[in-house]
């Protein structure tokens, strides 16, 4: 009885921030949590005056040193051995706390949301909780993504690679990420993003990806990087550049050769290379002459350039080169066709719509005569897709030969 009241007289007179009325309600929350009713909703047997103040005796402590012993108070009720991540498996009565008192005293909840974002061992709280506040010590996976400039899904990877230190709880999707704020600071300060390392030499990230160093691996940092281009310097020549030159980071306008491919060449030698203003981007100001690419690695026409000399539509390109009447070079996605290939081509390929043209008949007449001829097609055709069929010239030039009118005789 005499802390119980003593305390509720102090809160009285004024010398306790919480109103009295909160205060009681406090003190009251946690003699029936400290019964053993840990659920919301959950009651106990209404007890007599003297079993009362049994109840109240041991918690009625918890307002003195506010907040101290009220935070102390819900620590040690807390589950340390708990699997999860989430702050409410860790400590279930912040849950009790809030729904109770968080309309009618936000201050209550408060202190345990300031005693939470100071504390670096407890879980990460998320940004959109009550609990959350602004500069918290302990982070989850966003939160520390966003100081280090990269994905969330990269952070829990970071510390499963020890790279980066952290806890880990749960799998798959509901994995829950502690990390420290000021490991996740540290980290931020000693790696260049690959972005920013990307943009400084003025490549995107995925140009960067696809280069390759001299032990045959990816450049990661920006030392990498530098090491390189150092390597480039060296081979480029004295001189104007030619009239045909173009920067290194816009090889890939080419359709054709990788910028891989035109760093390889440089570096073996057989392919020029000049450096230009110095204010640019390393691969912005070395240069390399287009025909000289072209010519050294089998570079040549888009689809859309293919498709313009042969005066064909562009879905019948891929279709030439699957049928084998077009040359093609290099991993699928990234075929270069060169000017050769496409007069080759042009030389022994025609279509049915331009046979008939140069025989001066329709196509329907030209196709019945090659029917009874029994000359099939190299690639059929396909009206719903719009693609005339193709044929081979020297198996229709007598077929086509007598298709021509004779000429009328002048008397």
């Given at each position: 009885m005499s802390m119980v009241r003593s305390v509720l007289e102090g809160h009285a007179l004024g010398t306790h921030p919480l109103p009295v009325g909160e205060a009681a309600r406090l003190v009251w929350f946690a003699g029936v949590r400290s019964h053993g009713a840990l659920r919301r909703g959950a009651t106990i047997d209404r007890p007599g005056i003297r079993d009362t103040w049994d109840l109240l005796e041991p918690v009625a402590g918890i307002l003195d040193e506010w907040p101290l012993r009220f935070v102390e108070w819900v620590v040690a009720r807390g589950r340390n051995g708990a699997r999860g991540g989430s702050l409410y498996e860790h400590h279930p009565l912040a849950l009790d706390v809030l729904r109770e008192f968080g309309g009618s005293c936000p201050a209550i909840p408060g202190a345990l949301a300031d005693a939470f974002a100071a504390d670096a061992s407890a879980p990460p709280i998320r940004t959109n909780s009550r609990f959350y506040r602004e500069g918290a010590a302990t982070l989850d996976s966003s939160g520390a993504a966003r100081i280090l400039g990269v994905a969330p899904p990269t952070v829990a990877r970071r510390i499963g690679d020890g790279t980066l230190p952290g806890r880990v709880a749960g799998a798959g999707r509901r994995r829950a990420v502690a990390v420290s704020r000021e490991h996740a600071v540290l980290a931020s300060r000693a790696a260049v993003p690959p972005d920013n390392v990307a943009s400084g030499f003025g490549l995107s990230r995925a140009q960067m990806a696809g280069l390759r160093t001299e032990s045959g691996s990816s450049p990661k940092s920006k030392?990498?990087?530098?090491?390189?281009?150092?390597?480039?310097?060296?081979?480029?020549?004295?001189?104007?550049?030619?009239?045909?030159?173009?920067?290194?980071?816009?090889?890939?306008?080419?359709?054709?050769?990788?910028?891989?491919?035109?760093?390889?060449?440089?570096?073996e030698g057989r392919l020029r290379c000049w450096s230009s203003a110095a204010h640019k981007p390393a691969f912005r100001r070395l240069l390399v002459s287009r025909s000289q690419l072209l010519r050294e690695a089998g570079g040549g026409l888009s689809v859309r350039e293919v498709a313009g000399c042969l005066r064909v539509p562009t879905r019948l390109v891929p279709l030439l080169v699957g049928a084998g009447c077009l040359e093609a070079s290099g991993p699928p996605g990234r075929r270069p066709i060169t000017r050769l290939a496409v007069a080759r081509c042009a030389e022994r390929y025609a279509t049915a719509g331009e046979i008939a043209a140069s025989a001066r008949t329709n196509t329907r007449t030209l196709l019945a005569r090659l029917e009874e001829a029994k000359v099939e097609p190299v690639i059929p055709s396909d009206p719903a897709s719009g693609i005339s069929s193709v044929w081979r010239r020297d198996e229709i030039e007598a077929v086509a030969g007598r298709l021509r009118p004779r000429r009328r005789r002048s008397r």
């Open positions: 030392d990498d990087m530098e090491r390189l281009v150092r390597q480039l310097d060296g081979r480029a020549g004295s001189g104007p550049p030619p009239k045909d030159a173009i920067a290194l980071a816009n090889v890939s306008s080419l359709r054709g050769p990788t910028l891989l491919t035109a760093v390889g060449l440089v570096m």
